[in-house]
C-alpha cells in the first residue's frame, strides 16, 4: 500500500496549486480516498474527500468553493485543485485512502497515508 503526494509548494495568496497523489492499484481502486492537511502547531485536519467512482466528493466548510477533489480511476491518482489560496492554507498536506468506499471525513477511517507535500501561502 504506496500513497505519494506531491505539488506543493510557496504561492502568493490568491494563487494556485494543484496536489497530486499517485498510488498503487491495489491502493485504491475500489477505496475512497482524501485530503488532509496538518498545519504547524495544530492537529490534522480533514480537507476532502471523494468516493471509490469519483461521482460524490465531501469537503470541509473551510476549503468549500476554493479546493476540488478528483481522481482518475484508471491511473488510481488523485488530485487537488486549490485555487483563492490563503495564508491560512499553509499546511503540509497528506493523501489517504480509506477502508470503505463511500467518502468520510474521519481519519481513523483511512488506514493508509502518503508522506505528505509542503503547501506554503504568502500573505
Known amino acids: 500500500v504506496q500513497l505519494q503526494a506531491s505539488g506543493g509548494g510557496l504561492v502568493q495568496a490568491g494563487g494556485s496549486l494543484r496536489l497530486s497523489c499517485a498510488t498503487s492499484?491495489?491502493?485504491?481502486?475500489?477505496?475512497?480516498m482524501g485530503w488532509f492537511r496538518q498545519a504547524p502547531g495544530k492537529e490534522r485536519e480533514f480537507v476532502a474527500a471523494?468516493?471509490?467512482?469519483?461521482?460524490?466528493?465531501n469537503y470541509a466548510d473551510s476549503v468549500k468553493g476554493r479546493f476540488t477533489i478528483s481522481r482518475d480511476r484508471y491511473t488510481n491518482a488523485m488530485y487537488l485543485q486549490m485555487n483563492n489560496l490563503r495564508p491560512e492554507d499553509t499546511a503540509v498536506y497528506y493523501c489517504?485512502?480509506?477502508?470503505?468506499?463511500?467518502?468520510?471525513?474521519?481519519?481513523?477511517?483511512?488506514?493508509?497515508w502518503g508522506q505528505g507535500t509542503l503547501v506554503t501561502v504568502s500573505s
Open positions: 492499484r491495489r491502493t485504491s481502486s475500489n477505496n475512497a
Open positions: 471523494i468516493n471509490w467512482r469519483g461521482d460524490s466528493t
Open positions: 489517504a485512502a480509506s477502508r470503505y468506499s463511500s467518502v468520510s471525513n474521519h481519519p481513523g477511517n483511512f488506514p493508509s
